[in-house]
């Protein structure tokens, strides 16, 4: 067995010389430290990779991660909740606040301010939102009457004015699955808009058959999952009938000790097939706030030494 060794900081420490620092610590640092090395053969592999998250992710800062993965072109499918596309829409034109998670909730519910943990959201934002999807839905309703959520994303992607990963992931090709989509402001507009339009659909079971075939494309396939809910289980259960993921990362908060599938670990998803047997797999139980980032900077900075080691190579 290795032995634990103790962290040394310098001044010029890269983000990856630290996290593998703590991948020869303990607790779940040493996961950290797992889960970087997982992903970094996923990509060496070319294992097509199923980015999974909740909504408060969108809402937080790793945002502008997801953004900058879609395009450095390291994602092949996304599956998120409604939530998701409430913030990414918002935030495209609006920003959110920073808040505390002690406020006065009467007293912000009063002024017209919503709270998601210590993240403020003025009730403009959601107008903004109203406004935005009648356009579209009404621009759209004219081209095509039924759509899969996919479909629908890809074309809201399009229309969307600024930093968006909805609108980063229509152009380059990734598809957005939100198989429950109508959980959500934006979901609520789509029900609004098929009261006045009968015959205006969205198909939730075709997209799942799309998603499942998107799955069965690939040699090999890795998941990197934040959270749980609706967004988890489609995003494993999706990989089902490819025989399960072959390499798997999940990052989330809750205890496994419940039963529950947003809580459950990569261990117990093997147990349903979803994760193979022989799958390279990890749970780190952390906030993603934090973990996420320490997770992508590692993997980037691996990304542009192996890319230096191949220009020198080809040379």
Known sequence: ????????????????????????????????????????????????????????????????????????????????????IDE?????????????????DVKLGNEGINRMGNIFVPNDRYQYLEEFS???????YTQKKSLTPSELLSI?????????????????????YCPGITDGAFGMQLSFFKKKHKDFEIDVLSDFNNVISHAM????????????????????????MNGGFDYAVYVHSSSPYRGSLSSATTQEAKSWGKVKESAKAVTIHGDAAIIFPLLVSSINEFCKANNQSKSKNLK
């Not at 067995?1 to 607790?27: A, C, H, N, P, Y």
């Not at 070319?46 to 997801?66: K, P």
């Not at 009648?134 to 759209?140: D, Y």
């Not at 494309?217 to 995003?235: R, V």
């Open 88 to 104: 990414d829409i918002i935030r495209a034109k609006m920003p959110y606040l920073q808040g505390s998670f002690d406020a006065d």
């Open 217 to 240: 494309m690939y040699n090999k396939n890795g998941g990197i999952i934040l959270g749980g809910g609706i967004a988890k289980h489609h995003t494993i259960i999706s990989n089902l």
């Open 134 to 140: 009648s356009t579209v839905l009404e621009e759209t």
């Open 156 to 176: 809201v992607g399009k229309k969307i004015e600024g930093e968006s990963f909805i609108k980063a992931a229509a152009e380059n090709n990734v598809p957005v």
């Open 1 to 84: 067995m290795k032995e634990i060794e103790d962290i040394q900081l310098r001044e010029d420490m890269t983000v990856k010389e630290l996290t593998k620092q703590m991948s020869d610590s303990g607790f779940q640092a040493q996961n950290l430290g797992i889960a970087i090395e997982i992903i970094q053969e996923m990509i060496k592999e070319d294992a097509a990779i199923f980015l999974s998250f909740t909504s408060n992710m969108a809402a937080s800062g790793l945002r502008g991660i997801i953004i900058s993965m879609i395009k450095s072109k390291k994602i092949a499918a996304i599956v998120t909740s409604s939530g998701s």
